[in-house]
Antibody
Framework: EVQLVESGGGLVKPGGSLRLSCEAS????????MNWVRQAPGKGLEWVSS????????YYADSMKGRFTISRDNAKNSLYLQINSLRAEDTAVYYC????????????WGRGTLVTVSS | QTVVTQEPSFSVSPGGTVTLTCGLM?????????PSWYQQTPGQAPRTLIY???IRSSGVPDRFTGSILGNKAALTITGAQTDDESDYYC??????????FGGGTKLTVL
């Protein structure tokens, strides 16, 4: 069974930092590009960042450049997202998903982890 | 900045047919954007319905059909069921690792 389990969310003060994790199982993690997608409360899905299977290619949405850093550890089947200088508008559920390149689409999604930025 | 457009909301009667669309504010959607569609119910993770314009993901009922209609991608639900009441998001691949979601369509079945 494929599982993507996010963790690391929580309540953080503005200006703080967080490192989100996504642990994968049930599929060949090291062969897939991986993505982070977020969803603010009551809002739509927003692509955050992607990383290729080897970590060679990394992309960010324009609004995420500078404060967000995506990384992965294929030996641990894990994906990470470091978020610095957190702002209230970063409050969202953060999902990880694997990117099926030949389909041009996400295949599996995690359940998400909630990040709340508030003083 | 690329803007992907979707109808904010749509309503369909049980058993009816509805077509949701996914467009680009500047330009046309084509198969080279690999349009995909995702279903999300409140409090749940998204579920992949359609990829590469018109291919159903495993386990997706055949009442869901993807296509290109004119200059937009489209998701047609034929014989809508109450379980289909959800938010639907399209996603377009813009190249060089960049993808953009549409704003989503809230579908009501009543």
């Amino acid at each position: 069974e494929v599982q993507l389990v996010e963790s690391g969310g929580g309540l953080v003060k503005p200006g703080g930092s967080l490192r989100l994790s996504c642990e994968a199982s049930g599929f060949s993690f090291s062969t897939y590009s991986m993505n982070w997608v977020r969803q603010a409360p009551g809002k739509g899905l927003e692509w955050v960042s992607s990383i290729s299977s080897s970590s060679r290619d990394i992309y960010y949405a324009d609004s995420m450049k500078g404060r967000f850093t995506i990384s992965r550890d294929n030996a641990k089947n894990s994906l990470y997202l470091q978020i610095n200088s957190l702002r209230a508008e970063d409050t969202a559920v953060y999902y990880c998903a694997n990117w099926y390149t030949s389909r041009g689409a996400y295949e599996y999604w995690g359940r998400g982890t909630l990040v709340t930025v508030s003083s | 900045q690329t803007v992907v457009t979707q109808e904010p909301s749509f309503s369909v009667s049980p058993g009816g047919t509805v077509t949701l669309t996914c467009g680009l504010m500047s330009g046309s959607v084509s198969t080279s954007h690999y349009p995909s569609w995702y279903q999300q119910t409140p409090g749940q993770a998204p579920r992949t319905l359609i990829y590469s314009t018109n291919i159903r993901s495993s386990g997706v009922p055949d009442r869901f059909t993807g296509s290109i209609l004119g200059n937009k991608a489209a998701l047609t639900i034929t014989g809508a069921q109450t379980d289909d009441e959800s938010d639907y998001y399209c996603l377009l691949y813009m190249g060089r690792g960049i993808v953009v979601f549409g704003g989503g369509t809230k579908l009501t079945v009543l």
